[in-house]
C-alpha cells in the first residue's frame, strides 16, 4: 500500500495565534501572552502530560480560538516550541486519532495493508478501544493510539506522566490477542525522533506492560509527524525499540 500524503494531512481549521507561554497553574490550562496584542490568555491544553521540557516561561506557543459560548476558555492550545528550538511540537492529544482515523478511512496507512476501518470508540469488555478494524476473511483488529510529545536524543519516550489506565489497555490488549489480531501505534507529534521506546524511569509497570504484550502478540507500530502552523501530518514509519 502506497502513502497518500493527502489522506495523512489534517490543516488546522483556522489560522493560529503566536503567544508566549508563562504558566501552568494545573494540568488543563495555560496562561499565556498574545505576542502581537500583549493580551493575556487562558487557554485550555488537552494534553494531561507533564510537558515539563515544553512548556517552559518565555517559548512560544500557538493557540487556536473558537466559538463555543459553552466554554470557559476562549483558547486551545495547538503547538509549541521544540525544546531544541528546532521545529514545533504539538500539544494537543486529540490531534493523533483524528489523523488516524482520516488515514484508516482512506486506508493509507501501510502498517495496516489489508484492513479496513469499521469503528472507532469501540467498547469491548470494561475497555474502550480506539479503534476495531477488519479483513476480508471477517477477523478484527483491535488498535491503539499513543500521543508521544517527550524526546531527547532523536528517542521519542512514552508515557510522560505514569498512567494506569494505559497500561490496564496494554494489559487487556494482551489478553485479547487470542482472539484478535492486536495493535498499538505511537503517533509522534515531533520531526526529530529517529525511534520510539518507554519512558521507564517514568513508569516502570508501562514498561514492563508493553514488553509483555509484545511477547504475547500485540503490534508495535510508530510514525513521526511533520507540523507546521498550518497542520499536522503523519510522517514516516520509525521502529520500536523495547530496552
Known sequence: MKDDTKELRLPFPRALTKAIFIERPNRFIIHCQIAETDEIAVAHLADPGRLKELLLPG?????????????????????CENDTNSGLVSINTALPNKLVEKALKAGTLSEFAGWHYKKSEYTLGNSRWDFLLENDKGKELLLEVKSVTLAEGGKGMFPDAVTARGTKHVEELAKRSSDYTTAILFIVQR????????????????????????????????????????GIEIGDSIPVRLQ
Open 59 to 79: 517559548k512560544t506557543v500557538w493557540l487556536m480560538d473558537h466559538d463555543n459560548a459553552s466554554r470557559k476558555t476562549k483558547w486551545t492550545a495547538i503547538l
Open 191 to 230: 520531526e526529530d525522533v529517529s525511534f520510539v521506546t518507554t519512558a521507564k524511569h517514568i513508569d516502570p509497570k508501562f514498561d514492563r506492560a508493553l514488553k509483555e504484550a509484545q511477547v504475547a502478540g500485540v503490534k508495535l507500530f510508530a510514525r513521526s509527524c511533520c507540523i507546521t502552523v498550518d
